[in-house]
């Protein structure tokens, strides 16, 4: 599946997407307790929330003191997000191809953008987090757990097809390290009764 193909997915289910998962994160203390954390690690620093959809942990970031912008791939999920939370920046942007300037960045969070692509462009996508973080920067990173393919035919109703990739994270973890990053902290959390039942995995590394 092309990057076409997912954009016109999560395009045309922006709307359904805002009502069922915008206040998704009022479920989940841990996410809450480790954006929080994030946040103090990067100390005032500039994040980039890649694959924010319509915002919602954009906006956690932002209540919670920290420099942020949102990024996502969907045109239609900023407009979302822009009209959800005007007080934060919002921008469309690719992940393979940041248009940010080396080591412009101090913390990354990546909640779940990768779990449309493969290992082998997921090695392209750390790569690029990596030149845009700035030396000691912080990569937040969560994807769901067990090696498997998911194939969606009707996304949220639309009629769109979408695939989803789970990760072994002892993979992810390897594929980190090749990119150059330190691991701090990789732990991995049974589902919330409100969520699909996958298993989810949160990543804590520096780039050095």
């Known amino acids: 599946m092309n990057q076409e193909q997912i954009t016109e997915a999560y395009d045309a289910a922006a709307c359904m997407y ?60 900023i407009s979302a997000a822009r009209e959800l939370n005007p007080a934060i920046q919002f921008s469309i942007g690719d992940m393979f191809n940041l248009k940010l300037k080396d080591s412009e960045i101090t913390g990354i969070s990546s909640f779940y953008a990768i ?10 996508i750390f790569r690029e987090y990596y030149r845009v973080l700035n030396r000691k920067g912080i990569l937040l990173l969560s994807f ?49 009764k409100e969520e699909y039942p996958s298993k989810r995995a949160y990543i804590f590394a520096e780039k050095w």
């Open 18 to 77: 805002v009502e069922k998962c915008f206040d998704e994160l009022s479920y989940k203390p841990l996410d809450r307790i480790l954006i929080s954390r994030f946040i103090e690690m990067v100390n005032g620093g500039k994040i980039l929330d890649i694959g924010c959809g319509p915002g919602q942990t954009t906006k956690y970031i932002h209540e919670n003191r920290g420099n942020v912008i949102g990024m996502d791939i969907s045109g239609e999920m």
């Open 144 to 192: 769901h757990v067990e090696e498997k393919e998911l194939k969606v035919e009707n996304f949220f109703e639309t009629g769109k097809p979408l695939d989803f990739y789970y990760f072994d994270e002892n993979k992810i973890i390897e594929i980190l390290s090749e990119t150059g990053f330190n691991m701090i902290e990789a732990l991995v959390r049974f589902p919330y």
């Open 115 to 124: 779990v449309n692509f493969q290992y082998p462009d997921i090695l392209k």
